[in-house]
């Protein structure tokens, strides 16, 4: 059994940074790319970052140039830095490893970032 952990949200105010860890926890799994994204009330899930092994990353258009995504070498922990931050950032931000015995991969449970003054 897999489970991700998110931590790292909370509280801050506009212009002010954050940074979210995602944990794998369990069995080992071959993971081949990490994402993140996020929802906010009323909205659909929005891609935010990817990552894969290599180290190539992707970003939406909406946190391009603001938010960073890396992860360890082991592939069990992504991050996502998160700057400059604005209200309208506000939402619950979800983990997603990409596996190949899984077409979904692995979601966590979400974690909520709030940017409020």
């Known amino acids: 059994q897999v489970q991700l952990v998110e931590s790292g949200g909370g509280l801050v105010q506009p212009g002010g940074s954050l940074t979210l860890s995602c944990a794998a926890s369990?069995?080992?799994?071959?993971?081949?790319?990490m994402k993140w994204y996020r929802q906010a009330p009323g909205k659909e899930r929005e891609f935010i970052a990817g990552i894969v092994g290599g180290g190539i990353t992707r970003y939406g258009d909406s946190v391009k140039g603001r938010f960073s995504i890396s992860r360890d070498k082991t592939m069990r922990t992504a991050y996502l830095r998160m700057s400059s931050l604005k209200p309208e950032d506000t939402a619950a931000y979800y983990c997603n490893f990409i596996t190949p015995d899984k077409s979904e991969g692995y979601w966590g449970q979400g974690i909520r970032v709030t940017v409020s003054s």
């Open positions: 369990g069995s080992q799994i071959a993971v081949t790319a």
